[in-house]
């Protein structure tokens, strides 16, 4: 992980805003993506030294009032201003009330979760902790992704599977967006300065390179809870799915449901299942 990441947040937000986005004229010649910094600064009310010096990690710890000063000019949103809080906290060696509180990485799910899974069959669910493995699942879930690959490993992974399973790429037409997903999950929603991510990033720069280690560095991405999402099923055919991710916070896990997102897709999940069409239905995207 980088040292600096507080000011190479901040850097990469100020890039991508454009002048117009803030009222400010685009003007003639400009070198520079998105906001120069003297115009950021004036935004913010904060001098240019003062924010050259937070880009460049040489101030790590600036108050709460120019967060939100700096965050205002940027219009971040909630969750992207709750990112900016977190990063400040581990650019200043991270909150020990919050660190203290974290729960160690799971490798089980407790009996009451797994008696949800049950509740769920026979649709795709599945119970992964803060480093994508795979906990627990429906069976509805092993005939998605057991065909795939994605089950092969004594304990699956889905990051190491996207990453270093060439069966991936073909299985996922939209390799990309889920990629993004899944780094941004493991990059933002892990606790502070956990060694487990550190590890699994570690491994997987070396293993898959760019593609992963991109990904990685870039804090720009928030991931997503809700979605659509495309398979390529050797048994199935082409299917979409939505998926809906609830947040365990105690166990530092999430289960996330997949549901078919058209009819087609629906009546070959009942086939997989061995179940006459009609069992599961369509979930209409709001979007």
Request: hydrophobic residues 40%; charged residues 25%.
């Amino acid at each position: 992980m980088s040292d600096n990441e507080l000011g190479t947040y901040l850097r990469t937000w100020r890039e991508s805003v454009t002048p117009a986005e803030v009222g400010l004229p685009a003007g003639p010649r400009r070198r520079t993506p998105g906001l120069r910094r003297a115009e950021l600064a004036t935004l913010a009310g904060v001098s240019v030294e003062y924010l050259t010096r937070l880009e460049q990690g040489r101030d790590r710890n600036p108050s709460v009032q120019v967060l939100g000063a700096l965050a205002d000019a940027l219009h971040l949103s909630l969750r992207d201003r709750t990112l900016l809080r977190r990063l400040t906290k581990e650019a200043d060696g991270g909150d020990p009330l919050l660190c203290a509180a974290a729960p160690p990485l799971s490798r089980t799910a407790r009996p009451t979760v797994r008696a949800v899974l049950e509740r769920l069959e026979p649709a795709p669910a599945v119970v992964l902790n803060w480093i994508g493995d795979v906990l627990a699942h429906t069976g509805g879930y092993a005939r998605l992704t057991g065909p795939i690959g994605l089950l092969d490993e004594e304990r699956p992974n889905l990051l190491r599977y996207l990453f270093t399973d060439e069966r991936a790429r073909a299985a996922y037409p939209d390799w990309d967006r889920v990629a993004d997903d899944l780094v941004a999950q493991l990059r933002h929603e892990a606790p502070l300065r956990d060694p487990n991510v550190t590890e699994l990033a570690d491994e997987l720069t070396v293993t898959a390179g760019a593609p992963f280690a991109d990904r990685f560095a870039d804090l720009g991405t928030a991931p997503r809870r809700v979605g659509t999402q495309r398979v390529e099923h050797p048994q199935a055919g082409p299917l979409r799915l939505l998926h809906e991710t609830l947040v365990l916070p105690e166990e530092g896990q999430r289960l996330v449901v997949h549901l078919p997102a058209d009819d087609a897709t629906a009546a070959a999940l009942d086939r997989l299942d061995g179940r006459r069409p009609g069992g599961l239905r369509a979930v209409r995207s709001a979007g």
